[in-house]
């Protein structure tokens, strides 16, 4: 299987299956010196850490990373950083039942048309359980960033409920178990959740990322545009199925002078009035803040039978069980804000080789 890597000067190979031995990822390009040990890379991993309540999986996986190379006395070295996580909670008998059937929804259909075989035992590679490798090396993204750009995610969305923008506070995004910003909402998605799992279904949700302190002039014409970077980086995140770069799909419904951010002089730099283009002009930051929202469709995974077919072309239904997330969305944010610190930090690299700045 090949298309396993992602970026460009920063490059990220991910490898392993859910219900392998364990997962992995090899990041190359990692500019030498910066401080990187496993103590600043698992506070992150533990934010997207299954079976931390009861509206995510109960896999319980401590996801504990161990760095394989890449490092001396605590820092970089320049040389590709190599980390693991062991898997340590499989339970690949909840498979034996739809190990010859398609989950619709799932890629399981898909998987065998194109190689002709497929590890059903928890999807194999198309999990949800690969993106675990993509928040540890989106950790070392933020050591090449540094503290002068700042990446938040949150939960603004799940199913029919969404938040009232006009509560928005990210202080509260760490003080319960959805990453949501409104705390008002909070008690509506438990009770909703809720009612889900107990009916052996699942619900999708949408994510919404920002970046502050992103210079102006990463990114460039015409086929290396930061925002079409960003998303193809969101959407190869498991299950995503729309990206929007700021106002997004609302663009298409204002003319020319609602959509325009119109420019000012302020304090001898540029300054805006408004951020619809999402902090991106002609695919290169303007220094505004970057804004993404991406959609996660339902888990496909679920308790609820549907009809089917077999991989011999028998009709079936298929139902799941096991530990799955009624909504895989809520540990989508760390997954997503991982994935916008690595496409800026190539991004920071490839301006600084290409500018010297």
Not at 250 to 267: I, K, S
């Amino acid at each position: 299987m090949s298309h396993n890597s992602f970026g460009h000067l920063f490059r990220v190979t991910t490898w392993g299956e859910s219900h392998g031995p364990a997962i992995g990822c090899v990041v190359d390009g990692c500019p030498p010196g910066l401080p990187l040990d496993e103590s600043w890379i698992q506070p992150f991993l533990d934010r997207r850490r299954p079976g931390q309540s009861r509206f995510t999986t109960q896999r319980r996986e401590p996801d504990q990373v161990r760095i394989l190379s890449g490092t001396y006395e605590g820092r970089t070295t320049g040389t590709p950083v190599a980390l693991q996580i062991e898997n340590t909670d499989q339970r690949s008998r909840d498979y034996g039942a739809i190990a010859d059937r398609y989950r619709p929804g799932h890629a399981d259909m898909a998987y065998d048309a194109k190689y002709g075989l497929r590890d059903p035992r928890g999807g194999g590679r198309s999990s949800a359980r690969e993106t675990a490798m993509r928040v540890a090396a989106g950790a070392i993204a933020q050591r090449i960033l540094g503290d002068q750009v700042r990446i938040r995610g949150a939960l603004v969305r799940i199913g029919q409920h969404a938040i009232d923008p006009a509560r928005w506070n990210w202080d509260e995004v760490d003080r319960n178990p959805f990453f949501c910003p409104d705390a008002e909402t909070v008690p509506v998605w438990e009770d909703y959740l809720d009612s889900v799992r107990k009916n052996g279904s699942s619900v999708g949700a949408v994510i919404a990322l920002e970046a502050t302190g992103v210079p102006p002039g990463w990114g460039a014409p015409l086929y290396g545009k930061l925002d079409a970077d960003l998303a193809s980086a969101l959407m190869g995140i498991n299950a995503v199925k729309a990206v929007e770069i700021g106002a997004g799909f609302e663009a298409a419904l204002l003319t020319g002078e609602e959509n325009a951010d119109p420019m000012r002089m302020e304090n001898g730099a540029v300054a805006f009035d408004g951020n619809r283009a999402g902090g991106i002009l002609g695919g290169i930051s303007t220094g505004q803040p970057i804004i993404a929202r991406f959609a996660v469709k339902p888990t496909s995974s679920i308790l609820t039978p549907v009809p089917s077919v077999s991989s011999i072309g028998e009709t079936v239904m298929v139902s799941t069980k096991g530990r799955h997330d009624p909504c895989v969305g809520i540990r989508a944010v760390p997954v997503g804000e991982a994935m916008l610190a690595c496409t800026l930090a190539d991004h920071m690299l490839r301006h600084r080789g290409q500018t010297g700045r």
